[in-house]
């Protein structure tokens, strides 16, 4: 298979470094000084937009200006909604390019895709054109204690009252939450109905008295992720997306978005680059020797997830919907991010225990030591690497249910 560009692609390609080095607003590119110290976040919209300085702010609001004039913030959805109508082979070019320049993603992805597929024309009007501008920033509330990868045994109660719905329990790693004003979740309309049945798929304005949100801190000090409680929390029946009590074929629908994840075979490509040019720059030691071969090792495997992200959009471009295909690139690409980490922090020896980015002694502003911390939970966010594994086992090589 040959993944070179056509004459077309690299014009597209060309285009859009011409683009960024334009629009990219001088902010996000000074990636060293926007590490931040224990968060490892570097370019991230939506906290700039929800919790950032004045500055932040004005920078957040220019990328999403610059972005809005082409459709390019969400590319693939229809110019009538803000979007470029592009193709998915140009999506995925964009998706590379805006990775390398490490320009941030504009949020609101999931939820306004979904819209487009099962939002009504009321809703498609009233939420898509401001999340593309960032008045709307989301939070998803699927998870409960005991409703993850059996998400089909979630309990948060919503009792409909009039033209109302009234939500009571709680949701568990609502990742973003401490920097959204909405959040669309699954809830329990129908304790009686078969568990996949009786759930709805809701849009909820954050700020509603009875949401609180508790922050979850991560082992390596990251605030990614909260506790969110409703108590009494009332949402307007118009904010239902789809039909009442079958909110699990949307809430699916949004987890295909979510486990595509094409352009991630670039982050991990350029965290290798960088790898391998501290390795050969390294005085030559038996640690050197050693981690070139895992360095190698981990060069072809970023190569394999290249090959895994490009069948994906591939078929997305033949029309065909990715399935166990992209549970393949989601498990495989986790895994890949948890071992380059691991990796980069061999070849640091002892310096590899520095956790600070501005230490002078830190390799790489800390950037695998941290990582080696932030990527644990890659393998189970969007859905756990088993989980994964039995799709692939059941869908993609027809093995029987275990
Ligand atoms: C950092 C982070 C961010 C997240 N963000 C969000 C978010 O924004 N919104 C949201 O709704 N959710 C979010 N999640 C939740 C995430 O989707 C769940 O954690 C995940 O689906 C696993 O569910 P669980 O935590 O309940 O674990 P469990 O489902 O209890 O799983 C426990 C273990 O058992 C294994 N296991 C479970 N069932 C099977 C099976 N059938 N076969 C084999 N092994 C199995 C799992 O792989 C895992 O190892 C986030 C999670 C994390 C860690």
Known sequence: ???????????????????????????????????????????????????????????????????????????????????????????????????????????????????????TEEQKQRFLAPTLRGEMLWAQGFSEPGAGSDLGSLQCRAVRDGDEFVINGQKLWTSAGHKSNWIFGLFRTDPDAPKHRGITFMMLDATTPGVSVRPIISMGWEHATNETFYEDVRVPASQVVG????????????????????????????????????????????????????????????????????????????????????????????????????TGTKAFGQFAQLWAPDDPYAPLKAKHTQNYCHTVVGTIAGGSSEIQRNIIATRGLGLPRG
């Open 1 to 119: 298979m040959d993944w070179n560009d056509t004459p077309e692609q690299a014009a597209f390609r060309s285009e859009v470094r011409a683009f960024l080095d334009a629009r990219l607003p001088a902010h996000y590119r000074d990636h060293e000084a926007r590490r931040h110290q224990d968060s490892g976040l570097e370019n991230d919209w939506q906290q700039d937009l929800a919790n950032g300085t004045p500055e932040d702010r004005t920078a957040a609001r220019e990328w999403a200006s610059a972005l809005a004039e082409r459709g390019w913030g969400q590319p693939h959805w229809p110019r009538e909604y803000g979007g470029a109508s592009m193709s998915t082979l140009e999506q995925f070019i964009l998706k590379q390019e805006f990775a390398r320049a490490e320009a941030p993603d504009i949020g609101g992805h999931l939820v306004g895709s979904t819209l487009l597929v099962h939002g």
């Open 243 to 342: 039909d009442v009590n079958r909110g699990w074929y949307v809430g699916m629908t949004l987890l295909d978005y979510e486990r595509s994840g094409i352009n991630r075979a670039v982050a991990q490509q350029l965290l290798v680059d960088e790898l391998v040019a501290h390795v050969r720059a390294d005085t030559p030691s038996h640690r050197r020797e050693l981690v070139r071969r895992e360095v190698a090792d981990r060069a072809i495997e970023c190569e394999v997830l290249n090959n895994l992200c490009m069948r994906i959009a591939s078929m997305h471009a033949s029309g065909t919907i990715p399935n166990y295909e992209a549970s393949m690139g989601k498990m495989y690409g986790s895994e890949v991010a948890q071992r380059v980490a691991r």
